[in-house]
């Protein structure tokens, strides 16, 4: 990286590509690590040419999480896939197949997880001043309630995950 910037955005291009084959030598993998690599280098780029933007206000921030979280989804397609018909499959169903009558359904079937992902997402954004009122209150409290606190949480967290069992996914490697 003491050789430039341009040498530094080629060493994390090269870096994500390695990590991609590192998962599977397979065109798949080898498109998600460079994927990743090219936004990593493509916000770099972005950064440079406008450094104001680099600390954006509120909107900003909204904005920059959003396309990051669905860049970085969608290319999961690439991680997931079994193979590269499937990638194709699945991104013309992403593009063209949109049925917006099975969102009551989703809806319905997913309350739980959903509850939890828009609180989740709510606490994010929520002052920085009232996460650390709260984190003290936890702190404040006696081992008993922490336990129950904790144990609630837990319990949420149980129903609101997906049936079915899923291994980690490194355990496949």
């Known amino acids: 990286n003491r050789k430039g910037t341009v040498r530094s955005w080629v060493n994390i ?29 493509v916000e770099k780029i972005f950064f440079r040419i406008l450094p104001s933007v680099h600390h954006p206000r509120k909107t900003g921030q909204f904005v920059s999480r959003f396309f990051t979280f669905h860049f970085v989804t969608f290319l999961w397609i690439f991680f997931r896939a079994p193979d590269m018909a499937t990638v194709r ?10 049925d917006f009558s099975i969102i009551a359904d989703i809806a319905e ?4 997880a959903i509850t939890l992902l828009v609180t989740g997402y709510l ?3 929520i002052p920085a001043q009232w996460q650390e ?38 355990f496949r490697f």
């Open 89 to 98: 499959s699945m991104i013309n169903s992403v593009v063209h197949n949109w």
């Open 133 to 170: 009122n709260s984190r003290g209150w936890f702190i404040r409290q006696p081992v008993g309630v922490k336990f129950i606190l904790i144990f609630i949480i837990a319990a949420i967290l149980v129903q609101a995950k997906n049936t079915g069992f899923r291994p980690f996914i490194y």
């Open 13 to 41: 291009l090269v870096t994500m590509v390695l990590g991609g084959l590192w998962h599977g030598a397979s065109l798949r993998f080898l498109l998600w690590g460079t994927l990743h690599g090219t936004g990593l280098v």
């Open 123 to 125: 606490l994010h954004w």
């Open 109 to 112: 079937y997913y309350t739980g």
